[in-house]
């Protein structure tokens, strides 16, 4: 028995399927892949088989096998659209050696759309075109009543039934893959965004590590300053000299950590553009009296316009605000760098200022004026490990960008850090990775799939109009080639004798009549009791008067000079 729980749920499934209709299970089975492919091969077939009906142009023993191969090749359009485009190739040919039909033609016409659609390669199909036409060639040549015109309507048939359908499906094709190439470099687009933003929140990351570098690193390099010149200090005794030893060890050990933070900050945003930097309002003089109010023996030199009022007569002009934060930013880390690296030497901040240009240069040497004796062996800083680098690899960037040059190298005794930046604002250098930077994938696949759409819009136009002008100049080679076979000699027709047998003068006669299909129009009628009569040019291009030649029994039994009568086709072909 049923649960009373299982109840509810039913009827809940009972009113939704009331709900959705009678019709709610067909159109959930239209929406199936594979039943929307399966009537579209069904639609196909109806349309290929339509003319099988009503068209009586081909034997009816060949119409009635060719339904169920049209319908093969329908559901063969999909997985092999060659093999299926072959098949009314097939029966048109089989029918006749033009392989022009009413019935079959719409099939071909379909099956080549579909061809060029569906295929990915291109050759197979062309190879298949040629091998076509070369199989009509030889038919033409070798089959019993076959003729060179028979050949000229089966390339006419190929290039406009099957070539040209053929050209409109890669067209489509092509177009179909550039609309997924531009919805593709959209869905690019939309992940690039993403990545510019996970860029913006790594860019931040960099300025933050960098002010921290700056401003934390500054003042942790101050402070262990300040804590050794506490531990040499006289006057002292050993318990403020430990504490001041521990502190100054904790100082430094604040500043590594931090540095290896700064580190792991920054490791993510190698080679990003980084924002403009916050402009300070510390001098460079401010920035020397704060350090040499901490214990540090540093002096300030300023030469030219840059001097002091008392030394220049007047009161310099501003600095540019780049400038002026760069030249603070050099300064800072190069006095930061001498006091973790060599701590109690003397640092000697140089200023010049010219009409265009600004340049600064720090340099650290051992103090002379320092007593051997003023330092216990137990309190001398212990010497740090190497940084990183990347604080001048910064100050290069930040110089090179404003158009400068900067410099940082080991001394005879020391270390000097030297910049040199212009006044006047110039254009920004290009970054050395930008010159490497080229067009995306995506937009070099877009730019395929349109070359791919304008190559397939010639195509469409060129490649029938190329073969229309070809078989036109084969089929006027070939006509001005059976005018002139066709040509009756005066004296070979003056030797020809009645009674003769046709075996005898057929050897003697041109290979091709004047018209091979059809009796020449505006002719007299033809002799009484005549089996058979011939035409012929009297010269080329000639089309009257003729030599007419009659047989009968396997005997010429008559021969004429006959002249046309101009009707009114004739005048409607001139």
């Known amino acids: 028995?049923?649960?009373?729980?299982?109840?509810?749920?039913?009827?809940?499934?009972?009113?939704?399927?009331?709900?959705?209709?009678?019709?709610?299970?067909?159109?959930?089975?239209?929406?199936?892949?594979?039943?929307?492919?399966?009537?579209?091969?069904?639609?196909?077939?109806?349309?290929?088989?339509?003319?099988?009906?009503?068209?009586?142009?081909?034997?009816?023993?060949?119409?009635?096998?060719?339904?169920?191969?049209?319908?093969?090749?329908?559901?063969?359009?999909?997985?092999?659209?060659?093999?299926?485009?072959?098949?009314?190739?097939?029966?048109?040919?089989?029918?006749?050696?033009?392989?022009?039909?009413?019935?079959?033609?719409?099939?071909?016409?379909?099956?080549?759309?579909?061809?060029?659609?569906?295929?990915?390669?291109?050759?197979?199909?062309?190879?298949?075109?040629?091998?076509?036409?070369?199989?009509?060639?030889?038919?033409?040549?070798?089959?019993?009543?076959?003729?060179?015109?028979?050949?000229?309507?089966?390339?006419?048939?190929?290039?406009?039934?099957?070539?040209?359908?053929?050209?409109?499906?890669?067209?489509?094709?092509?177009?179909y893959e550039l609309q997924s190439a531009g919805w593709e470099l959209a869905a690019r687009m939309e992940r690039e965004q993403q990545l510019v933003a996970e860029r913006t929140r790594l860019r931040e990351r960099s300025r933050i590590a960098g002010d921290m570098h700056d401003s934390l690193g500054h003042d942790l390099?101050?402070?262990?300053?300040?804590?050794?010149?506490?531990?040499?200090?006289?006057?002292?005794?050993?318990?403020?000299?430990?504490?001041?030893?521990?502190?100054?060890?904790?100082?430094?050990?604040?500043?590594?950590?931090?540095?290896?933070?700064?580190?792991?900050?920054?490791q993510d945003t190698t080679g990003l553009p980084q924002d403009a930097p916050e402009i300070t309002s510390e001098t460079v003089p401010e920035l020397v009296g704060r350090t040499a109010a901490s214990g540090v023996d540093i002096v300030l030199h300023r030469h030219g316009t840059d001097a002091p009022p008392e030394a220049s007569g007047g009161r310099s002009a501003p600095l540019p605000p780049m400038v002026d934060r760069a030249v603070h930013r050099v300064v800072q880390e190069a006095v930061t760098n001498a006091t973790k690296h060599a701590p109690g030497s003397r640092i000697a901040v140089e200023l010049r200022r010219d009409?265009?240009?600004?340049?600064?240069?720090?340099?650290?040497?051992?103090?002379?004026?320092?007593?051997?004796?003023?330092?216990?062996?137990?309190?001398?800083?212990?010497?740090?490990?190497?940084?990183?680098?990347?604080?001048l690899i910064s100050l290069d960037e930040r110089v090179r960008q404003l158009g400068g040059t900067f410099r940082a190298r080991p001394t005879r005794d020391g270390f000097e850090v030297a910049a040199r930046l212009p006044l006047t604002p110039g254009p920004l250098p290009r970054a050395p990775s930008d010159a490497l930077i080229g067009?995306?994938?995506?937009?070099?696949?877009?730019?395929?799939?349109?070359?791919?759409?304008?190559?397939?819009?010639?195509?469409?136009?060129?490649?029938?109009?190329?073969?229309?002008?070809?078989?036109?100049?084969?089929?006027?080679?070939?006509?001005?080639?059976?005018?002139?076979?066709s040509v009756l000699s005066r004296g070979t027709y003056d030797k020809l004798r009645v009674g003769t047998a046709e075996t005898s003068v057929t050897p003697r006669l041109p290979g091709y009549q004047y018209d091979e299909e059809t009796r020449p129009s505006g002719v007299p009628p033809d002799p009484a009791d005549t089996d058979e009569c011939r035409f012929y040019r009297t010269a080329t291009f000639a089309d009257s008067p003729l030599y007419r030649l009659c047989f009968r029994d396997g005997r010429l039994s008559a021969k004429d000079r006959v002249t046309r009568e101009r009707t009114a086709r004739d005048r409607d072909d001139r």
């Open 439 to 485: 067009p995306s994938r995506s937009q070099e696949e877009l730019a395929q799939a349109r070359r791919r759409v304008h190559r397939g819009v010639v195509n469409v136009l060129w490649i029938p109009a190329a073969a229309t002008a070809a078989l036109a100049v084969l089929m006027y080679g070939f006509q001005i080639y059976t005018s002139h076979e």
């Open 221 to 266: 390099s101050l402070i262990a300053v300040r804590a050794a010149g506490l531990q040499v200090s006289r006057g002292v005794d050993e318990d403020a000299r430990a504490s001041a030893a521990e502190l100054r060890q904790a100082a430094a050990d604040a500043t590594e950590r931090l540095h290896r933070i700064i580190g792991l900050l920054r």
């Open 1 to 175: 028995m049923n649960s009373p729980a299982r109840v509810p749920r039913r009827l809940d499934r009972l009113r939704k399927a009331g709900r959705k209709g009678p019709g709610a299970g067909v159109r959930a089975t239209l929406r199936r892949p594979g039943a929307r492919a399966a009537l579209h091969d069904a639609a196909l077939w109806l349309l290929m088989a339509w003319p099988l009906a009503t068209v009586h142009d081909v034997p009816l023993l060949l119409r009635v096998p060719a339904a169920p191969l049209l319908a093969l090749a329908a559901a063969l359009s999909r997985r092999a659209p060659l093999a299926a485009a072959a098949v009314p190739a097939a029966l048109s040919l089989a029918a006749t050696p033009e392989l022009f039909t009413s019935t079959f033609c719409p099939a071909l016409v379909a099956l080549s759309f579909l061809l060029g659609r569906r295929a990915e390669h291109v050759r197979p199909s062309i190879v298949a075109a040629a091998v076509l036409c070369a199989a009509g060639l030889v038919s033409a040549l070798t089959l019993p009543g076959g003729d060179l015109w028979d050949w000229f309507t089966l390339v006419t048939t190929v290039v406009f039934a099957a070539v040209l359908p053929w050209l409109l499906g890669r067209f489509r094709r092509q177009q």
């Open 355 to 391: 009409d265009d240009c600004l340049s600064v240069r720090v340099r650290d040497s051992p103090a002379a004026d320092t007593p051997p004796d003023a330092v216990p062996p137990d309190a001398v800083p212990p010497v740090p490990e190497s940084g990183s680098g990347t604080g």
